[in-house]
């Protein structure tokens, strides 16, 4: 078989083979600006020899680019099938798709438009540098996030609530500082929702949800088992269930009708992981307020006002 023909025939196929999750099944390819954000979001997931692929590609988009499958799958010292398995992870029906996006990316970054990637912060970094680094992680962290985020699930997540009955949301460590963030949001806007970091009190909070409920589960890992259980339990007795997960492909997308997808950023020994994916959650959670905020305007305008005129006494100098 020549390189033509495997090319033709590893394009021919459809879906990702990575589960459920954005990017995958019938959806549309990623654009070409999405596929460093795509890469950098799941390569921790992947095997080994699918992160060289894929190291590959992010490294050096133009050299990819003019690659057919068997070259670049002797570049990365893996197999055709490993290029193919990559290409499909990432969201491309085949490699062909995967090539086109490569020519994209790299036209853009010719152009300029790439950001430059920083070092990582040393212990010794004067506090200049340390703000300057962690600036530039925070803004690609934010560009990943939203150039992942799937708008479709998105929306769904935000139809589901916007007409809930209530909202219970689950998260521990630093995701539930954000869990308990979007909780106080709905709140103000008059939605009943609550925010559990313990997990006997989640579950059994989740047991008394059903159909008409949402169960918002947010998890960096996507594998941590005290957020699993409440939105098993919540997904069980038939509540809509959500995930906000760095990991798409993980344990929690089990239970979730609607994935939205946070940027894994870089970790380093002074920057851990629950700062950065803090930053992405958070953006999710920005969107899905924003998004309900427009769909119950009529109502939650004026719960809005209420609250800020319920606080407004605190916000104001004391008089004698």
Avoid: W
Wanted: charged share 20%; proline share 5%; net charge negative.
């Amino acid at each position: 078989m020549t390189n033509d023909l495997k090319d033709s025939f590893s394009g021919a196929g459809a879906g990702t083979g990575a589960g459920p999750g954005p990017g995958t099944g019938g959806d549309a390819p990623p654009a070409p600006a999405a596929l460093a954000a795509k890469v950098r979001t799941l390569a921790p997931s992947m095997t080994r020899s699918m992160q060289r692929v894929a190291e590959a590609v992010a490294g050096d988009p133009a050299g990819c680019a003019a690659l057919t499958v068997t070259g670049l799958a002797e570049l990365t010292g893996t197999s055709e099938a490993t290029v193919v398995r990559t290409a499909r992870l990432l969201g491309y029906p085949g490699y062909r798709d995967l090539r086109l996006a490569l020519a994209g990316l790299a036209a853009q970054q010719e152009s300029g438009r790439a950001p430059a990637v920083t070092a990582d912060i040393a212990v010794d970094d004067p506090i200049a540098d340390v703000v300057t680094k962690l600036a530039h992680d925070e803004q690609q962290t934010l560009a990943d996030t939203a150039a992942a985020l799937d708008t479709v699930q998105l929306g769904a997540a935000v139809a589901a609530l916007a007409g809930a009955r209530r909202v219970d949301i689950y998260g521990v460590g630093a995701s539930g500082l954000v869990a308990q963030d979007l909780a106080q949001k709905l709140l103000r806007i008059g939605l009943v929702a609550h925010a559990h970091s313990d997990p006997h009190l989640a579950v059994t909070n989740a047991v008394q949800l059903r159909s008409g409920d949402v169960a918002i589960a947010i998890s960096h890992s996507g594998s941590t088992g005290d957020i699993i259980e409440p939105l098993r339990v919540a997904f069980d007795h038939g509540a809509t269930t959500v995930a906000i997960t760095g990991r798409p492909d993980g344990p929690v997308s089990q239970y979730a009708d609607h994935i939205l997808t946070t940027s894994t950023a870089r970790e380093s020994e002074l920057r851990p992981a629950a700062m950065s994916s803090r930053t992405s959650q958070l953006l999710v959670v920005d969107c899905l307020f924003i998004g309900v905020m427009q769909r119950t305007y009529e109502s939650a305008a004026p719960a809005l006002a209420a609250s800020y005129e319920a606080l407004a006494h605190r916000h104001s100098p004391r008089t004698r």
